[in-house]
């Protein structure tokens, strides 16, 4: 008797800690679900969230002396209120323009011998399967959206990518704000950034080179569009070199303001377009002029009629 209670007792230790295992595994489960939603989450708003803060502390000054928030008008930037917000948006400086990329780099570090191949787990296989195995592992999974696009030697390349949109999307709005050299400095930082990427060529697949080249190529002509507009060399002005392609001239615009287009007009117009035009080297016949050379004619069969 003793001993069948002594084995229900066993078994009864035996469920509970079946039991508490799986519940212990589900809420790892769920946990670890919850990390990687809210690492992903925070990458999405890495860059919007950073330039709003950044906005906070752009202020205009004019003429009067007051100075007014660029992003509101309405607000003034020597307002009380406004410098309490100036105060809130200093802390959250290191929250998300600094704190997420750090943050990013402090959990990416502390699996560098994954990332970079160097785990006893990627020992005696292929370059590939390594890969394979690095992208599937549970371990990481929550930091795979910040290394699974790169080279293990370039785990830390997109802590670097974070740091370019601070600097291209928040940092740039301080400097000399609205002139011709922010855009220089602009055009210098994405230089610079295409320069490095050609260099250490971070991605694994050739596919998102060829798409990051791109998206580098865009920004560097966006930027290079406004420098000419600011300088004047494109525009609608009378000194641009390049105006702009939507400029009319204004009495041709008036004229067609004056005539709107009728069905008359259109055929006048294609019966024009029907008539040859004599070649300069189509010299008149001997004993006629050209000046008194008629013009040569269609038959009326071929003449465009309506």
């Known amino acids: 008797m003793l001993a069948f209670f002594a084995f229900v007792a066993v078994l009864d230790r035996l469920y509970r800690a079946v039991v508490k295992r799986r519940e212990e595994a589900k809420v790892a489960k769920g ?3 919850a990390r990687v939603l809210v690492m992903t989450l925070s990458f ?3 860059t919007s969230v950073s330039n709003t ?3 906070t502390f752009n202020c205009e000054l004019f003429d009067d002396g007051s100075r007014l928030l ?5 607000i003034d930037c020597d307002s009380g209120a406004h410098k309490l917000y100036e105060v809130y948006a200093a802390c959250f400086v290191f929250v998300y323009p ?3 990329p750090l943050g990013y780099y402090m959990m990416l570090r502390s699996v560098r011998d994954h990332l970079t191949l160097q785990h006893d787990d990627y020992l005696g296989v292929g370059y590939e399967e390594q890969i394979a195995l690095r992208d599937k592992s549970e371990k990481i999974k929550h930091l795979r959206f910040l290394y699974f696009q790169y080279r293990p030697g370039m785990w830390a390349w997109e802590i670097f990518q974070c740091f370019h949109k601070v600097v ?3 940092l740039l709005m ?6 011709a050299l922010q855009i220089v400095i602009g055009i210098f930082v994405t230089f610079v ?3 490095m990427f050609a260099y250490f060529q971070p991605f694994l697949d050739p596919k998102e080179t060829i798409l990051e080249v791109l998206a580098l190529f865009a920004i560097f002509i966006c930027l290079l569009l406004g420098l000419m507009f600011r300088t004047g060399i494109a525009g609608d002005s009378d000194d641009a070199e390049l105006p702009s392609a939507y400029t009319i001239d204004r009495d041709e615009s008036d004229s067609q303001s004056r005539s709107p287009p009728t069905l008359r007009n259109a055929r006048h117009g294609f019966t024009r377009l029907a008539r040859p035009v004599r070649a300069p080297w189509a010299l008149p016949s001997q004993g006629t002029s050209l000046a008194t050379t008629p013009p040569t004619t269609l038959a009326p069969e071929r003449r465009l009629a309506f």
Not at 70 to 74: E, I, L, T
């Open 193 to 195: 950034i295409f320069g």
């Open 44 to 46: 999405f708003i890495f």
């Open 98 to 100: 600094l704190g997420i």
């Open 53 to 55: 803060v950044f906005s």
């Open 70 to 74: 660029k992003a509101d008008y309405s």
């Open 31 to 33: 946990m670890g679900h």
């Open 168 to 170: 291209l999307a928040g």
């Open 174 to 179: 301080f400097v000399l704000d609205g002139t």
